[in-house]
């Protein structure tokens, strides 16, 4: 009786050690495989059952980035239009700049042949009043060796503003003999002219 009762636990125990062991045994199978499969890289993929990614189209600097090809042409157009303008404006620009430059060139050339001819001009002008000068000079030693009535009389016929300025030339004594000379009128016609020119000198 006893003998029977510790066969039953041991018959009950037997099955359950075997599945355990089983149990065990097929972990450490899959286990074993994970790890042996994790040392070989995947294979290649299939070429035939790779879908190529969609190219894209290289968009010139500048132009948008979402431009469809009939637009990005149209933005080339019209760069190359503006470019062709340009190039055209700085072409005219170039060539006023010359315009201008010749322009100046002739003008200052001009302008160095006028200085040239006023040089000459003022040169000769001062030949002429130093000539002109000379003549009164001549003139004034000439009625003040006069005799008094023969230059009164050479005066007379003179123009008022010419006798006075010679007037004022003369020295004091042949002045006063050749006014003394002539008609009182004139004389006084003549002093006035005087006395006017001597008024609008400075004093200081």
């Known amino acids: 009786m006893s003998r029977a009762r510790q066969a039953r636990p041991t018959a009950r125990i037997l099955p359950v050690l075997t599945a355990l062991f089983a149990t065990g045994a097929a972990l450490q199978l899959f286990t074993g495989l994970g790890a042996a499969l994790a040392q070989y890289p995947a294979p290649p993929a299939d070429p035939a059952q790779t ?5 894209q189209t290289a968009t010139p600097q500048g132009a948008p980035q979402t431009a469809t090809p009939t637009e990005t042409a ?8 503006r470019e062709s ?3 055209r404006r700085e072409a005219q620009l170039a060539e ?9 060139t002739r003008l200052q050339d001009q302008m160095q042949a006028l ?3 006023e040089d000459e001009l003022s040169a000769t002008m001062a030949l002429a009043d130093r000539a002109a000068e000379e003549d009164i000079s001549r003139l004034v030693t ?10 009164s009389a050479v005066f007379a016929e003179m123009a008022p503003d010419f006798a006075a300025g010679f007037l004022g ?5 042949a002045a006063a003999a050749i006014l003394a000379g002539l ?3 004139l004389a006084y016609t003549l002093s006035a002219l005087l006395a006017g020119r001597n008024a609008l000198v400075p004093r200081e």
């Open 51 to 55: 879908v190529p990614a969609p190219a």
């Open 74 to 81: 149209q933005w080339l157009l019209d760069l190359r239009t």
């Open 85 to 87: 303008t340009l190039q």
């Open 96 to 104: 006023r700049e010359t315009l201008v430059n010749a322009a100046q």
């Open 183 to 185: 008609e009182p009128r």
């Open 142 to 151: 000439v009625f003040e060796a006069m005799k008094p009535e023969e230059a």
């Open 169 to 173: 030339r003369l020295n004091p004594e």
């Open 115 to 117: 200085a040239a001819v």
